[in-house]
């Protein structure tokens, strides 16, 4: 069996990992752009500091002299707890300061700062130069001015915002995320609006489909339909042959019936006579068992596609009872009929309730012994009630309750030929018109009791 791929769960994870490399581009950017501004913040002030200094510078008689502010290393203080260094060079000698400072190669003499980080007494700083040319007893003289500080605390502004950078990271990845478990719903969303109206409808409705699809399902959805089309014409293909078999297959064993009917009374030996009799039976219980499956198979068709036409309940009844009054004659059975005497309308399936009629009908004069009566009844109430009465074998204490089911019969009929699919036929048109049907014993004696209640 193939494995089964959700395309809901691709297309999740698809954004997901999208999500995520944005998320990492963001970190990094994020990350990259606050130190750069951190570091961008102490190298500014390492240069003021230092331009103060160089600005400070004086030309003396004997040389350069510095008047130190110390407001230029106290903005150095002001930023952290980091330790500041400072070194003035002046032609080539150390002024004041730190001698061991070491200070970056090729510093411009344009008086634009130098920056570079370097390793001193063990720790990394940040270094600022600024060089100025001063003149001095008619010549000019070069002085450089370093300024450093260590980078504690800007490592610990780093720390700060790689937290901040990790923190806004995930957050836009969770909230990418939702928006990615969004983004798969919402797209699939056509999907399954087209599988729910596809799913609610019966077995046998094969309208096309016009639920509202984005054009990328179009081609499936018209795919869809043009197949649902092909297939409702082949089953109306096969209703139609149900209906013309049944048509073939009755109307020769009716000839030959009439023909044994003629000859059964042409002959004057009882044993030929009981001979065509049974013949007669045996085409009869043929036909009966060829037109129950062809009955049923109708029905199957039918159920989920059921016509509403205004029928006379009375009027369909009296057609059964006459169609099966030489059936019920040949057994000596009487077909008594209690009917209203006005029309009750009802809105159904003529073809199906007067299969379910003549089924259920058929199956009280089979069970029937000679001599007796079936009665068939209309009543009108809360409910229309279509129900056939007999005086036969009843049901024998079997489960009344599975008798609805295909091939089920009585216990105590198995001398006589049936296919159990006349009570099955039945209940499913019962069903199919929002009804149901009722096997009873017959309450006045031996016998059953087989109602087709249909709502008003």
């Known amino acids: 069996m193939t494995a089964r791929r959700s395309i809901r769960r691709r297309l999740f994870f698809q954004l997901a990992g999208v999500a995520a490399l944005l998320s990492l581009a963001f970190f990094l950017v994020l990350r990259s752009v606050a130190e750069r501004a951190a570091e961008g913040t102490q190298d500014g002030i390492l240069s003021a500091s230092a331009t103060a200094m160089a600005d400070s510078l004086r030309s003396v008689a004997d040389g350069v002299t510095l008047d130190l502010p110390?407001?230029?290393?106290?903005?150095l203080g002001s930023v952290g707890q980091d330790r500041v260094f400072y070194r003035v060079v002046v032609d080539g000698q150390t002024l004041t300061g730190y001698d061991d400072l070491p200070l970056p190669p090729d510093i411009p003499s344009n008086g634009e700062p130098k920056f570079d980080t370097l390793t001193f007494r063990g720790d990394t700083v940040r270094v600022a130069v600024v060089s100025r040319t001063i003149g001095s007893l008619g010549s000019l003289i070069r002085a450089d001015v370093a300024v450093a500080q260590t980078r504690?605390?800007?490592?610990?502004?780093?720390?700060?915002?790689?937290?901040?950078?990790?923190?806004?990271?995930?957050?836009?990845f969770v909230l990418a995320t939702l928006l990615s478990l969004w983004a798969a719903q919402s797209a699939l969303s056509p999907i399954d609006r087209m599988t729910a109206a596809v799913t609610r409808r019966g077995p046998k409705?094969?309208?096309?489909?016009?639920?509202?699809?984005?054009?990328?399902?179009?081609p499936l959805v018209d795919a869809l339909n043009n197949f649902m089309s092909r297939l409702r014409a082949s089953l109306l293909r096969t209703e139609d042959f149900i209906a013309e078999a049944a048509h073939r297959v009755r109307t020769p064993l009716a000839t030959v019936r009439t023909q044994a009917e003629v000859t059964h009374h042409k002959l004057t030996k009882p044993e030929h006579k009981a001979a065509i009799r049974e013949m007669i039976r045996a085409i009869d219980e043929s036909a009966r068992s060829a037109g129950q499956m062809l009955d049923h198979a109708m029905v199957t068709f039918r159920a989920d596609s059921l016509a509403r036409d205004a029928l006379d309940l009375v009027q369909l009844t009296t057609e059964a009872c006459n169609r099966l009054s030489p059936t019920a004659e040949l057994k000596d059975t009487t077909i008594l009929r209690s009917l209203p005497g006005h029309p009750v309308t009802f809105h159904g399936d003529g073809i199906l309730l007067q299969?379910?009629?003549l089924n259920i009908l058929d199956n009280a004069i089979k069970y029937s012994p000679a001599d007796s009566d079936v009665l068939v009844s209309v009543t009108e109430g809360d409910e229309i009630c279509l129900s056939i009465t007999d005086e036969g074998r009843g049901f024998g204490g079997v489960d009344i309750s599975r008798l609805t089911e295909r091939y089920q019969?009585?216990?105590?009929?198995?001398?006589?030929?049936?296919?159990?699919?006349?009570?099955?036929?039945a209940d499913e048109v019962a069903l199919a018109h929002g009804g149901r049907l009722s096997i009873t014993e017959n309450p006045k004696g031996q016998g059953a009791c087989v109602s087709l209640f249909l709502p008003r």
Do not use: C, H, K, W
């Open 70 to 75: 110390y407001s230029a290393l106290s903005m």
């Open 152 to 172: 504690e605390a800007l490592a610990a502004t780093s720390r700060r915002i790689t937290a901040i950078a990790t923190g806004v990271g995930a957050g836009f």
């Open 205 to 218: 409705d094969l309208r096309p489909v016009t639920t509202d699809t984005p054009t990328e399902l179009v």
């Open 355 to 357: 299969a379910a009629l």
């Open 409 to 425: 019969r009585g216990s105590n009929v198995g001398d006589i030929v049936g296919s159990g699919l006349g009570l099955t036929i």
